[in-house]
Nanobody, 126 residues
Framework: QVQMVESGGGLVQAGGSLRLSCVASGRTYTVRDMGWFRQAPGKEREFVATITWLGGSTRYADSVKGRFTISRDNAKNMVYLQMNSLKPEDTAVYYC???????????????????WGQGTQVTVSS
């Protein structure tokens, strides 16, 4: 099994920045693509960003494009989400996730992800 633990969430003012980190442990040799999702109160979980296994491709939700950057360090089994120009509507619990497979396609559906963290709260005040 694979365990994933997020960190770096917190309270920030609008326009500020946060960097989320997520470390995978356990059977990390099964981890392939990695991504971030978020869930705001009363809303469904939504895709934020994903990065392929070797980091060659990334994809972002339109709502965060140009403000968020996803990256990974396979040697450390980590994925990061740099969030700049934060807005109150970015307030949510952020989850990191990983797939068991990789291809030229970038996965944006939560059903494609086998491993999930517990989430970290990000709150952006206006």
């Amino acid at each position: 099994q694979v365990q994933m633990v997020e960190s770096g969430g917190g309270l920030v003012q609008a326009g500020g920045s946060l960097r989320l980190s997520c470390v995978a442990s356990g059977r990390t040799y099964t981890v392939r693509d990695m991504g971030w999702f978020r869930q705001a109160p009363g809303k469904e979980r939504e895709f934020v960003a994903t990065i392929t296994w070797l980091g060659g491709s990334t994809r972002y939700a339109d709502s965060v494009k140009g403000r968020f950057t996803i990256s990974r360090d396979n040697a450390k089994n980590m994925v990061y989400l740099q969030m700049n120009s934060l807005k109150p509507e970015d307030t949510a619990v952020y989850y990191c996730a990983a797939t068991k497979y990789s291809s030229s396609y970038t996965y944006i559906s939560s059903s494609e992800y086998a491993y999930w963290g517990q989430g970290t709260q990000v709150t952006v005040s206006s």
